[in-house]
C-alpha cells in the first residue's frame, strides 16, 4: 500500500488498514481512464475504498489528451496520499481514426474545469498503459479487476499484446453505453463508446467477466449543488479541489437538467467495480457495439428483448456478452459525499 | 358511408350515424396494412370509430405477403359492414430487397392464426396502393389522415408518385420502431421498420405531420384472456371471429411475457389516428432510421436527450422531425374491448 504522505489521507489509510487488520484480502485493481471531472471523483472514491489495491492507472484520450489526462492522474493520486500508485501513459489516438480535442465544453481545456491542480513531484511510468495492463493482469491472474472509465482503446491495446487477457482478469467493469437511455454524443451512443467504438467492439467481443455501467444508471445518480457546497466546506485540500473542479461541470449539466449538477458517471462504475455499489438489474445480456459509418455508431447496443419476462434466457459469460446496469437504487450522490468527506 | 349490409354491424353504423346527426364532420381516414392478428383488431377500431370516414385501404407485404393481407382485409371489412371500403393491392417487395415471407410463427402463415375468415364476395380494387392514397391526399387535401400499420413501402412509393404528399396529408400516423425500449425483430429494431428501413427513412425525411407509435407504448398496452374470452363470449361473428384469431397471437406472445397475452399494436396506432387516445409524453423530436447494413438496421433513432428536463428543445414540424410517444396512461386494452364489444 502507498506511504501516508500527509495528515489529510490519513481516514483513506486507516479505511484500508483496517480491512486489512481484520484480514480481508485486498482486491488488486487497475485502472484505466481520461482524468477529467467525474474520472477525478472515480479516483477519490478508489483511494478512499476499503480493501482497494490500486495497482495501476492507464491514461488514454478521452475526455482530454491521453498526456493531459495522466498529468491529472499523477496530481490526484499525489492529493490522495497515493504518489506511489503507477501511472502509464496510453493510447493518443483511437484505434482507426485520431484523436480531436475531447469534451473540453464539459470538462474544461485542462479536464479540470479550469481549476488547477498542486503538481505534484511523480512522474509517468515509461511503461505504456497497455503493457501494464497485461503486466499487472499476470501479476495477479485470475485476481485482477479492471476499471475502464474512458474509451477502450488501451483494453483493446492490451488484447492485442495478449488476448488471453480475458482469463486472467477477473472482472472489467466499464463506465460507457447507453441500453435503453438516450445517448449523450449522439442520440445512441455514449461519448466513451462513440469516441472508440472499434475498441469497444473487441473488448466485448473478447470474452470478459464484463459490467457495463452506462447512461441508463449514471443519468439518474446525481451531485446537486448542496454535495458541492458541503465538499468546499470540508475545507481539505482534495475535498476543496474536487469541489471547485465540480462548478464547471455543473454548468454543462445545467443545460440537461435545468439546474446546476452532475451525473455520476464514472464514480459510479467505480463503486460498482469495487463492489459497494449493486446494480438492482443488471441481466447478462448479447452486445454488439455499432463501428459503422451509419448513425447508430458508437450504440451499444444490448438484447434487451427478455425485459418482459426477467430475462429467461440470459447467456453465460463469453464474448459478445455482458451484464448490463440497467437499475441501480438508492441514493449514490450521498454515499459518495459521505465517502469524499473522508479524504 | 357503406351500406348495412346485415344485422351485426348495425351498432357500428349507429354510431357513425349519430356522430354525422350531431355535425360533427367525419374524418376522412386512409389505412395502408398487412392484415395480420393486430391489423385485425385496428381495422375492426376503425370500423367501430364514430365519425370516421374510412376512405381506401392499402395492403403491403409485411406480416404476410400484400395479396394475402389485401384478402384478410376485404373479409373482414365485409364481416364489419364496409364491403363499399376499397381495398388497393401495393407491394409485394420492399424498396430495395425482396419480401421474403414475413412473420407466420406470430400472424399465422394465412395472417389470422389459422382461423378462415368468411370469404367476401368483394374484390381488389385494381388500383395500386400508392396511388390509391395519392389520389386519396388530393381528394381530401388537407383533411386526409393517414395510418399506416405495416411496413411503409407504400407510403414511400406515393411519395415517388407525388412529392407534395406532405403537404396534402393531414396527419400520417405509423405503428413502427422502437425508441428507447427494445426492438422485437432485433434488439434495436421494430419489424415494420425493419422490413423496409430505406422506405421508412423516406418517409421520415418527407417532411410529414408524423406521430410514431412504437414498441416504448404498444409493449404496454396488452389484451389478456380475460378479453379474449369476453370476445367470445359476445359471439357475435365479428368478435367469436376475432377471440378465434387472437389465439394463434396469444401464444407467440406468451414466450414474451410467460402468460398467453396480446400486445396491442396497431389497434393502439388506429385509436391514436382517431383521436381516441392521445399520449401523455409524446415530444416531437429529430428521427432518423437506420438502412445501414450494420446491427442497428431499421433502428428509428430518436434523439430524445431533451428527456430529462421536458424537451425544450423540440422542433417544429418538418423533415426528419416526428412526434414520438413515450408514455400512454390508462387501460386501452379495457378501451378496445369495450369498443370491440359494439360490433
Redesign the interface.
Known amino acids: 500500500m502507498p506511504e501516508v504522505p500527509d495528515a489529510q489521507t490519513v481516514q483513506t489509510t486507516q479505511s484500508v488498514q483496517t480491512t486489512q487488520n481484520t484480514e480481508t484480502r485486498s482486491v488488486p485493481l487497475f485502472l484505466d481512464c481520461d482524468t477529467g471531472v467525474d474520472d477525478a471523483l472515480a479516483i477519490a472514491w478508489l483511494a478512499a475504498a476499503p480493501g482497494v489495491d490500486l495497482v495501476g492507472v492507464g491514461a488514454v484520450s478521452g475526455n482530454i489528451a491521453a498526456a493531459t489526462g495522466a498529468r491529472n492522474t499523477l496530481d490526484l493520486l499525489a492529493m490522495l496520499g497515493l504518489p506511489d500508485v503507477p501511472v502509464h501513459l496510453g493510447a493518443h489516438d483511437f484505434l482507426d481514426h485520431p484523436f480531436t480535442g475531447g469534451a473540453p465544453h464539459v470538462h474544461g481545456a485542462d479536464g479540470t474545469g479550469g481549476v488547477p491542480l498542486p503538481r505534484a513531484a511523480t512522474e509517468l511510468s515509461g511503461v505504456h498503459a497497455a503493457q501494464a495492463l497485461v503486466d499487472a493482469a499476470h501479476e495477479h491472474a485470475g485476481e485482477l479487476r479492471v476499471l475502464a472509465i474512458g474509451p477502450l482503446t488501451n483494453v483493446a491495446l492490451a488484447l492485442e499484446i495478449d488476448p488471453d487477457l480475458p482469463r486472467l482478469v477477473r472482472e472489467l467493469t466499464i463506465m460507457g453505453g447507453a441500453a ?5 454524443v449522439t ?2 451512443a455514449e461519448a466513451n463508446i462513440h469516441n472508440d467504438p472499434l475498441a469497444a467492439a473487441r473488448v466485448v467481443e473478447a470474452g470478459f467477466d464484463l459490467m457495463v455501467i452506462g447512461l441508463d444508471v449514471t ?1 439518474h445518480q446525481r451531485f446537486e449543488e448542496e454535495h458541492r457546497q458541503a465538499l468546499l466546506a470540508a475545507g481539505t485540500p482534495v475535498t476543496r479541489v474536487l469541489g471547485e473542479v465540480l462548478e464547471f461541470y455543473y454548468a454543462f449539466y445545467a ?4 439546474r446546476p449538477c452532475s451525473v455520476l458517471h464514472d464514480p459510479l462504475a467505480a463503486a460498482v467495480a469495487t463492489g459497494d455499489v449493486v446494480p438492482s438489474l443488471a441481466p447478462r445480456v ?1 452486445v ?1 457495439v ?7 455508431r458508437g ?1 451499444t ?5 427478455g ?4 430475462f ?1 434466457d440470459s447467456p453465460p459469460v463469453g464474448p459478445g456478452v455482458a451484464r448490463v446496469a440497467l437499475e441501480i437504487d438508492g441514493d449514490f450522490g450521498a454515499v459518495l459525499l459521505e465517502r469524499l468527506l473522508t479524504l
Chains 1, 2 share one sequence.
Not at 435503453?180 to 449523450?184: L, S
Not at 443545460?255 to 435545468?258: A, K, N, S, V
Not at 447496443?301 to 428483448?305: F, G
Open positions: 435503453m437511455a438516450p445517448g449523450n442520440p445512441v443519468m443545460q440537461r437538467f435545468g448479447p454488439v455499432d463501428s459503422t459509418e451509419g448513425p447508430g450504440q447496443i444490448a438484447d434487451l428483448r425485459l418482459y419476462h426477467g429467461p
